[in-house]
């Protein structure tokens, strides 16, 4: 069995909706209140009731301001129940697949980043995600998947899409930051990848302990929340002018890093992934909606 766990949150009903596509892999989604990761002792049940080979961890504290004012409970999701969920992979064999994020780098750098390199995370979010990391890696190390990806949207979701959506509509004019660069991922293409990826690893086309470690996945190309922005309104025949701001001028309680872009070789060479550009993704995630 492959348990997806969060299967309500943004990334997790994406693979609700590709499951189908991969019948050979028996999938069981657990919300939030099926399984509370940060439940120990649920894990344990969970994992004595079903043959559980996989896990892919879709539950995370992700509330990158509020994690400010609540780094217990920001802890309590990204650090124990991932070190919850990698106990339990370890103790029955089975592998894991957990997310982490961009937000691990801030650095002043002007080349994507390489999975081996520096981190330095800034803010709650940040640190316990990197925490979350290390803990999974900790207690399995043979058998833990790491992808840190950045600038998540979905059709359904809280997401930078679908605010800039909504202010489009209501407003005529917004004001976008133009000075943090990363690359936005369409996450119904990373979850098609790691299905991929764990149908082919349990075809044995792909060697298990090929999917060890951490890697980088986003959609490919560069952009600025403020680009994001005006591609989102030009694809959708919204009309609503965009003003590029600094980050000075957006407080947030949360530093993001200024420049997040990841290196996405390590990935696409393992395991012959070709990943759309952003912008294709973005208009075939507009197009989903204006078609629905
Ligand atoms: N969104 C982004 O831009 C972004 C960027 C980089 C990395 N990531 C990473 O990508 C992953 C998926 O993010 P997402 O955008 O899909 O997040 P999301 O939409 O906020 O979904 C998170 C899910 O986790 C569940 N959850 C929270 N606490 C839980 C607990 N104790 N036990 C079980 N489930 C729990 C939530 O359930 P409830 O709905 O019931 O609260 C929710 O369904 C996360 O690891 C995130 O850190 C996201």
New binding site residues.
Partial sequence: MLLI????????RCFQHLAAQFPALDVHFA???E????DKRSIKRFFQQYPVKWVI??????AVDKAESEPDQAQ???VL?VKYLAEACAEHGAKLV??????VYHNRHNLPFKEDEQVSPKGVYART?LAGERAAMHVHPGGVMII??????ARE???FVNTMLRLGRERGQVRVVCDQIGSP?Y?PDLAAAVFSIIDRTEKQEIPKENTVGIWHYSNEGVASWYDFACAIFEISGIACKVEPIETIDFPTPAQRPPFSVLNKSKIKAAFGLAIPHWRESLAACLGERIGS
């Fill in positions: 766990t969060g299967a309500n949150g943004q990334l997790g919300t939030s209140s399984l509370d990761i940060t961890n879709c539950a995370a504290y992700t309590k999701v990204n129940g957990h997310f982490s994020t961009d937000y995600k840190r990806t950045s600038w998540v949207y979701g809280h997401n991922t996450a």
